[in-house]
């Protein structure tokens, strides 16, 4: 599975599989395989993991860097899922302090630390070497 398969779906917690596209919505799995749906467009919209950006103080980067920097510092700064915005801050100043604070909301920061063990679980948190995402699960 890769990065652009999966999407994340307003509504909904978590993260789905895009199984495939329609005139009127998605079919999703969700990405342990078991339960798959079809998602109206009318009630939802759908963002492609590989699609989101998130703000810098330089410029924006993609959502996979932050996903790749808390992977790197996961021994050094344990992931965790911290209630308080003050908890939310100190983790992020640790493990990537360059997101810009004032376009990043902690709302944002949130479903970074949720879906960051999820990725993780289902072991899709491969990166190659040139940066690009790969994604691949192992079944």
């Known amino acids: 599975m890769q990065y652009k398969e999966i999407v994340s779906v307003t509504g909904m917690p978590g993260l789905y599989q895009l199984v495939s596209s329609k005139s009127d919505g998605i079919i999703i799995r969700t990405l342990d395989g078991e339960n798959t749906r079809f998602i109206s467009s009318r009630s939802h919209n759908f963002t492609p993991l590989e699609s989101i950006e998130v703000f810098t103080i ?8 932050v996903f790749k920097a808390m992977q790197e510092q996961e021994t050094d700064t344990p992931v965790v899922n911290p209630k308080s915005k003050k908890e939310i801050d100190a983790y992020f100043e640790k493990v990537f302090p360059s997101l810009d604070r004032e376009r990043v909301y902690t709302s944002d920061m949130k479903k970074m630390l949720k879906w960051y063990p999820l990725l993780k679980e289902h072991n899709l948190l491969q990166f190659e070497e040139d940066g690009e995402k790969t994604g691949e699960k192992k079944e």
Do not use: M, T
């Open 58 to 65: 330089d410029e924006n980067i993609p959502l996979s860097d």
